[in-house]
Every structure is written in C-alpha cells, then in structure tokens.
C-alpha cells in the first residue's frame, strides 16, 4: 500500500517561509519523479512542481521562492517556501506518479497524501 504523509504546514505572516515534507511508504521514490501540488479554497488545484529521479525538475509557481528537494535514501520529498504570500494560502499535497505517469500534469498522478494546511496572513 502506497502512503504519502504530508506535514510541516501551518500559520505564517508574509514573507515568512516553511518546509513542507512529504514522507513515502510503500514506493521507492528513488525511481519515481513525485510532485507538489495545492488548492486554495474555491479555487482549481494547482500545479506546485515535480523533480524527476536525478534531482532536476520544474517549479510551476515562482521558482525565486519555492524548490522542490528529494532524499531518496529516506523515502522524503520536500518543499522549501520562501518570501510567502496571502496567495500562497492554500491546502498542499504531494504526489507520487502512477505507472507510467512522467508528473508533467495532475494526471500522471496516482498517489496523494492527505495535505498540510499553509495560512499566510498579510
């Protein structure tokens, strides 16, 4: 069974930063590209990034303040927030691709965690 746990969320005043984590069981995210992924109330869900196998991969929201890390030998996918927004606020999950799935769009994905809450307060 595949289980992805997301945690590090919270409550932050703008331009404060958080470390979002996403801990994997069930699949070796060493061969696997995962993704980040948030929605904000009322709004569709949003494309975060992906980081492919070697590391590389692509931030869809503002490159300058958010990166994507993966520890491959702990089974950990992490997202750095920096410089954060009100418009940040937003429920975020993680993901893990589907067989076959490449991450390049939410329907790649097959695999999500629950979601960690983050609150930017202006």
């Known amino acids: 069974q595949v289980l992805l746990v997301e945690s590090g969320g919270g409550s932050v005043q703008a331009g404060g930063s958080l470390r979002l984590s996403c801990a994997v069981s069930g699949l070796p995210i060493s061969s696997f590209c995962m993704g980040w992924f948030r929605q904000a109330p009322g709004k569709e869900r949003e494309r975060v990034g992906f980081i492919d196998r070697d590391g590389s991969g692509i931030s869809y929201v503002d490159s300058r303040r958010f990166s994507i890390s993966r520890d491959n030998a702990k089974d950990m996918l992490y997202l750095e927030m920096n410089s954060l927004k009100p418009e940040d606020t937003a429920m975020y999950y993680c993901?893990?691709?589907?067989?076959?799935?490449?991450?390049?769009?939410?329907?790649?994905?097959?695999?999500w965690g629950q979601g960690t809450q983050v609150t930017v307060s202006s």
């Open positions: 993901a893990a691709p589907a067989p076959g799935g490449r991450c390049r769009s939410a329907g790649d994905f097959g695999y």
